[in-house]
């Protein structure tokens, strides 16, 4: 089992940022199994929709909505992914929820579990 936990939403005016953090912990064989982390939202009314993730190799992904604003990172020692939402439109208005992708069997990426956290509320007022 993976617990995942969300933190640095907040309200800011239209063109500000915010830095969101998730941290993983578990079992040291949970933990060392984590292979892609990221971030999702859900606005009112709306379906849950990827905003950017980012593999165990660095690698990262980002929506095309992102337009640069957003950047993601991650401390794999300290199993934390963050993002830095800069530029912010009242339509990032959202729920943002962090998604953590855990493979116990590397040979078989069917084993793959994902597990989210209980979400960080963003508000952006115009």
């Known amino acids: 089992q993976v617990q995942v936990v969300e933190s640095g939403g907040g309200l800011v005016q239209a063109g500000g940022s915010l830095r969101l953090s998730c941290a993983a912990s578990?079992?040291?064989?949970?933990?060392?199994?984590?292979?892609?982390m990221g971030w999702y939202r859900q606005a009112p009314g709306k379906q849950r929709e990827l905003v950017a993730s980012?593999?165990?190799?660095?690698?990262?992904n980002y929506a095309d909505f992102v337009e640069g604003r957003f950047t993601i990172s991650r401390e794999s020692t300290k199993n934390m992914v963050y993002l830095q939402m800069n530029s912010l439109k009242p339509e990032d208005t959202a729920l943002y929820y962090c998604?953590?992708?855990?493979?116990?069997?590397?040979?078989?990426?069917?084993?793959?579990?994902?597990?989210w956290g209980q979400g960080t509320q963003v508000t952006v007022s115009s």
């Open positions: 998604a953590v992708d855990r493979i116990p069997n590397p040979y078989d990426p069917n084993t793959a579990l994902r597990y």
């Open positions: 578990g079992s040291s064989g949970s933990i060392s199994t984590i292979d892609r």
């Open positions: 980012i593999a165990n190799g660095g690698s990262t």
